[in-house]
Nanobody
Framework: QVQLVESGGGLVQAGGSLRLSCAASGRTFSRYSMGWFRQAPGKEREFVAAIGWSGSNFYYRDSVKGRFTISRDNGKNTVFLQMNSLKPEDTAVYYC??????????????????WGQGTQVTVSS
């Protein structure tokens, strides 16, 4: 069974930075795409970023391009989300997600079958 555990959330002022981490276990990490999603209060969960199994392919939502960077360390079974120039509208619970199918680039919610418990990110103005 896949387990995903996020860490690194917190409270930061606008313009600041945070780095989220997600430690994975339960399957061969290097075979699957990984992603980050977020959900703000009263809103639906939305895609933030995804990375392919080898770390060579990326997808980002438009509003975070140039500010957020997704990366992975297949040797440590961990995916990261570096968030710079944070804005109050980035405030949400951030979820790590694991792709359903090996060697397939996942970027839609339906492409992901494993989810972490979420970590809160709050950006104050």
């Amino acid at each position: 069974q896949v387990q995903l555990v996020e860490s690194g959330g917190g409270l930061v002022q606008a313009g600041g930075s945070l780095r989220l981490s997600c430690a994975a276990s339960g399957r061969t990490f290097s075979r699957y795409s990984m992603g980050w999603f977020r959900q703000a209060p009263g809103k639906e969960r939305e895609f933030v970023a995804a990375i392919g199994w080898s770390g060579s392919n990326f997808y980002y939502r438009d509003s975070v391009k140039g500010r957020f960077t997704i990366s992975r360390d297949n040797g440590k079974n961990t995916v990261f989300l570096q968030m710079n120039s944070l804005k109050p509208e980035d405030t949400a619970v951030y979820y790590c997600a694991g792709g359903r199918t090996s060697y397939v680039m996942a970027y839609r919610s339906a492409d992901f079958g494993s989810w972490g418990q979420g970590t809160q990110v709050t950006v104050s103005s």
